[in-house]
């Protein structure tokens, strides 16, 4: 029985049950799993009797290993999600007692941490909660939404106790292990739901978190009492600490932030822009623990450990007798490397390397030399098996098919003695510690296999990196040559040296400050990144295949013909919609509105969501990438008025949109004017792209001149093609909605689709607007269980009284309407519902 058809096998079975969008009872998994394991202990027994194979053995244990893999993977799901947040707690507040698990994470407005719940009580009465949940404790959040909630357009929509919740008391320092009493509000996990987006749900899912929420610290709360504090999380209160040192030593908060990633792995700790330039030069890789960072660190542990085995001789041969110095550097440094990601939080690229490392220097040590292929499905069912999630993680297939591209391509390979390029499954520096010295004799061979070898993974990579991320960057391959070394060899060992002699942190802030300067003057080349429009799995796979076959070694007759595999990737452009139509994209933003309008050859796009944080907002958190992966060049931004939840990520998408042009009812003063100078929305402007009308209905030009609420100045945009008609309408309220009903265009009003007007507030879609409308279906774009209550239930009474189907986003997640099929509607979250994703109730 191949061992290398057991591990393809079994992760077949693992991604076959991923793709389930709900899960069965869990008893059947279990038998699932114990049939197929009964079922090849019969196989390999009547295999080893009759000493060969019987025919159809591999088939048959491809099939059992997959159904394997299915069951315990659907055997875990099943019982971690019978411990989730029932639906009746969500919105309530209780009273938990718990201990802080891991390094809190400080924000502009707070500071978010994991609690491990031990007692739980509503209104007296214990109540069962999920072992874990991630909380805020907001401190700026409050005094922001103070500001808003005292406006009388949000207020009149807030619940009593808003007011509370935004003067709540500031945060206190709060440290692993620590024992807290509070009161907090859950909510299920519930993250956005848009094509080509983050999995947030995934994501918590992964950490085994089963509920978010915050503290209840307001006037009326009972305040946070810290009931103890212990030693119980050991490594996550010394990651603290030393991150608190780093920040008191250096003053640069940007530098200082990147040293902290690559110390205790708090990727959190880097800004949004030095990102955006590590992305744009493709050097993110680098920049917290990754792979590579514990690869050189268990190479150094283990030649260092070998080099003192051997010198142990002098005083006592015993040490080497019992186990040889090459073993023993290759054990010791797997150890340390193992505390070292410890220490680095335990990130999944950090247990992905490890496992991969142990896999491969447990065989060494056995003396087993299997051939390059089968070592590699066996570390890669190793993570599966740990870690079955891992799987929908562009990180493991970043790992892996580089790793894999690697073994392929080299002509040594079959020994299982390679270093992997990206840092993943460093065989030679783990457990060939001879290898670096040979390197640093011969440097110029060193060089040269280093730079075939990040030549071969860039060419390998550039197609999975598309279809993952719709973006690769062409100065990646020079960025990495000088990124690669300075990090490992001078910036990470700096760095963490720090740690023992704080002073030298000042040499490490100084190295990334040169290199953060090199890869601004990188990033700032014209055509330093491309974006494309995201591609079927077909093309990435073609892609791999021809960016392998162009670097093996070959004949270049034979090498040229991986060159047409690479080109669907790069050259795929997505279906439009046909001329004379139009569809629209409402994109799951949380509380705020952002509306796609796509014809034959133009794109508009209709506000562009709420802000966040400083660090974050809709832009960069979904447009930006859903206009990258939908391969979008954006016409016109319409910003309907000026309030946060609409212009949030207007920034971001300007600057990734320079030829767009700006429409928007904002006032001469603000600061988005700066970015891009903006048209006032006047009613009866009036355009047309692709036999598609687009028309301004309101505010009229008079509006400008008195002072209105921002509200009142939202821009209403007509969309028609003479058959079908949506009305986009901002957060216009009442008296606008009667002037426009009673207008002498009122019959223009009439429309299929309709976006609910102040995402369903109680001051707005009176009875008289929604009868001159008429629409089939509207869309309220509002986030899951939001302060506000949007859209109120006397709203959704008057549309249900209508016969207008109603859409959620929260329910629907981004939802997509066509003029072609008017009645319908397509929603994300049904599309690609997975079993780990929440299914809001209306």
């Known amino acids: 029985m191949s061992p290398g058809l057991v591990f393809s096998g079994f992760i077949v079975g693992v991604a076959a049950q991923l793709q389930q969008s709900g899960l069965w009872p869990g008893e059947w998994y279990a038998a699932l799993a114990a049939l197929s394991v009964a079922m090849m202990v019969l196989l390999w027994a009547a295999t080893a009797r009759k000493k060969g194979s019987i025919r159809g053995t591999a088939l048959t244990v491809v099939v059992f290993a997959a159904l394997l893999g299915f069951g315990l993977t659907g055997w875990r799901a099943s019982a971690f999600q019978s411990t989730t947040l029932s639906p009746a707690l969500e919105g309530r ?3 938990v007692t718990g201990r802080v698990l891991a390094m809190p994470q400080p924000g502009e407005d707070g500071v978010r941490f994991r609690l491990g719940i031990e007692s739980a009580r509503l209104n007296g009465q214990t109540v069962k909660l999920p072992p874990q949940i991630l909380l805020g404790w907001y401190s700026g959040f409050g005094a922001r939404d103070a500001k808003s909630l005292l406006n009388k357009e949000v207020g009149q929509d807030a619940d009593p106790f808003e007011l509370g919740l935004a003067l709540q008391r500031q945060p206190q320092i709060l440290r692993a292990g620590e024992r807290w009493h509070m009161t907090v509000r859950l909510k299920a996990p519930h993250g956005n739901s848009n094509p080509y987006g983050f999995d947030y749900e995934l994501w ?10 915050y503290v209840r610290a307001g006037p009326h709360d009972a305040p946070p009492l810290k009931l103890s504090s212990s030693w119980e999380h050991p490594v996550e209160r010394a990651r603290q600490s030393v991150r608190e040192a780093i920040y008191q030593r250096v003053e640069n908060r940007q530098l200082a932030g990147v040293l902290a990633a690559l110390v205790v792995g708090d990727q959190n700790a880097i800004e949004r822009a030095d990102w955006d330039v590590f992305r ?14 514990i690869t050189m660190f268990a190479w150094a542990a283990s030649l260092l450990i070998s080099g003192l085995w051997r010198r142990s001789v002098k005083l006592t041969p015993r040490l080497c007798l019992a186990l040889p110095a090459s073993s023993a550097g290759a054990l010791g440094g797997l150890f340390l490397a193992t505390l070292y990601a410890l220490f680095s939080g335990w990130g999944v690229p950090a247990q992905r390397t490890i496992w991969m490392l142990a896999v491969v220097v447990l065989l060494r040590q056995s003396g087993k030399q299997w051939p390059w292929l089968q070592t590699w499905l066996l570390a890669m069912a190793v993570v599966v098996v740990l870690d079955p999630w891992a799987l929908m993680q562009a990180g493991f297939w970043l790992s892996f098919v580089a790793v894999g591209v690697l073994f392929a391509t080299d002509s040594g390979a079959n ?3 390679h270093m992997e390029a990206t840092g993943q499954f460093a065989l030679k520096n783990a457990v060939e510690p001879a290898f670096w010295p040979q390197a640093l004799v011969k440097p110029a061979a060193g060089l040269m296999r280093a730079a075939r070898e990040q030549w071969v993974v860039t060419l390998a990579l550039t197609p999975l990196s598309l279809l993952l991320f719709n973006q690769v960057s062409l100065v990646g391959l020079l960025a990495n040559a000088v990124a690669i070394p300075w990090v490992t060899l001078l910036v990470t060992p700096l760095a963490m040296l720090g740690v023992l002699w704080a002073p030298v942190w000042d040499g490490a802030a100084w190295a990334v400050g040169l290199l953060a300067w090199f890869l601004q003057w990188l990033a700032s080349w014209p055509l330093a990144s491309i974006s494309v429009a995201a591609a079927p799995l077909w093309c990435a796979v073609a892609g791999v295949l021809g960016g392998g076959l162009v670097a093996m070694r070959l004949p270049w007759h034979w090498r040229a013909l991986g ?14 919609v ?3 139509q139009f569809e629209l994209l409402a994109a799951d933003i949380g509380q705020g509105d952002a509306v796609l309008v796509r014809t034959a050859s133009h794109t508009l796009l209709y506000d562009t969501g709420p802000f966040f944080s400083r660090e974050s907002d809709a832009g960069n958190r979904v447009l930006v990438p859903l206009l990258r992966a939908l391969g979008e060049r954006v016409d016109m931004l319409m910003l309907s008025h000026r309030d946060t939840d609409h212009t949030g990520g207007a920034s971001a998408v300007l600057a990734m949109q320079p030829q767009a042009a700006l429409l928007s009812s904002i006032e001469d003063s603000h600061e988005l004017q700066a970015l891009r100078k903006s048209v006032r929305c006047v009613a009866g402007q009036r355009w047309e792209w692709d036999s598609v009308t687009f028309e301004v209905l309101h505010p009229a030009a008079a509006d400008y001149e008195v002072v209105n609420k921002s509200n009142a100045m939202s821009c209403v945009l007509r969309v028609s093609n003479g058959s079908q008609t949506a009305l986009l309408v901002g957060d216009i309220e009442v008296p606008q909605e009667l002037r426009l009903a009673s207008g002498t265009d009122s019959a223009r009003l009439k429309a299929d689709f309709l976006l609910v007007p102040h995402h369903g507030s109680k001051s707005s879609s009176s009875a008289i607007f929604l009868d001159a409308v008429q629409p089939q279906l509207a869309l309220a774009q509002a986030g899951y269980r939001n302060r506000f209550g949007h859209p109120v239930e006397s709203v959704v009474a008057r549309y249900q009284a209508r016969g207008i189907r109603l859409i959620r986003s929260p329910q629907c997640g981004a939802a997509t309407w066509k003029s072609l099929k008017p009645g319908n509607i397509t929603c994300q979250r049904q599309e690609g519902q997975r079993y780990w994703h929440h ?4």
């Open 93 to 95: 507040d209780m009273e």
């Open 839 to 842: 299914v809001a109730a209306l």
């Open 204 to 213: 918590l899912w992964e950490q085994g978190i089963q509920a978010t929420g």
């Open 280 to 293: 744009a030069t493709g050097v993110a890789h680098l920049m917290s623990i990754s792979g590579l960072h």
């Open 578 to 580: 046909a001329p004379g």
């Open 563 to 576: 060159i047409p595999l690479l080109l669907p990737v790069l050259l795929w452009q997505p279906a439009r």
């Open 415 to 417: 020994d299982v003695r």
